[in-house]
């Protein structure tokens, strides 16, 4: 491609995220049955999870190189207030309880920050009309 010229087919579309974990069947049991995911199969110490059409993937890292915690993974829901209570009765441990981060022009953007079993920081987020 000539210098200056851009590509119009830009990335868009995330078909996978792995997820590191130590523990493959303690991580797999969190994330269906303490998050309710829809888990999709197992490959060995490989575990798949649907994500409303992204693929999760919870894997042991190779080697040391990646060896370190994902990045934060930001679950949208509808209402922040009841997934963080459902998820509360299932054990899961919040940092934080559901908080205004951002009021935007039409909704108001709420988070809370929420570990794995292998000590992954995670979120809910919710987009709360006005």
């Not at 998050?35 to 693929?55: E, I, P, Q, T």
């Not at 922040?80 to 054990?91: D, L, P, V």
């Not at 441990?93 to 909704?107: G, Q």
Request: proline content about 5%; aromatic content about 12%.
């Amino acid at each position: 491609m000539p210098s200056g010229t851009y590509n119009t087919r830009m990335l868009s579309t995330i078909g996978q995220i792995a997820i590191n974990v130590h523990d493959s069947d303690r991580a797999t049991a969190f994330y269906r049955d303490q998050l309710g995911m829809k888990h999709l199969f197992s490959a060995g110490k490989l575990s798949f999870f649907d994500c409303d059409g992204v693929r999760l993937m919870l894997s042991p890292p190779e080697n040391a190189e990646f060896d370190h915690p994902s990045s934060i993974l930001y679950f949208k829901v509808a209402d922040i207030n009841q997934q963080y209570e459902t998820m509360q009765s299932r054990g899961v441990k919040f940092e934080d309880k559901p908080h205004l981060v951002a009021p935007m022009p039409t909704y108001d953007l709420w988070m809370t920050f929420f570990r794995d079993s292998e000590n992954n920081m995670l979120a809910l987020m919710s987009e709360v009309k006005r």
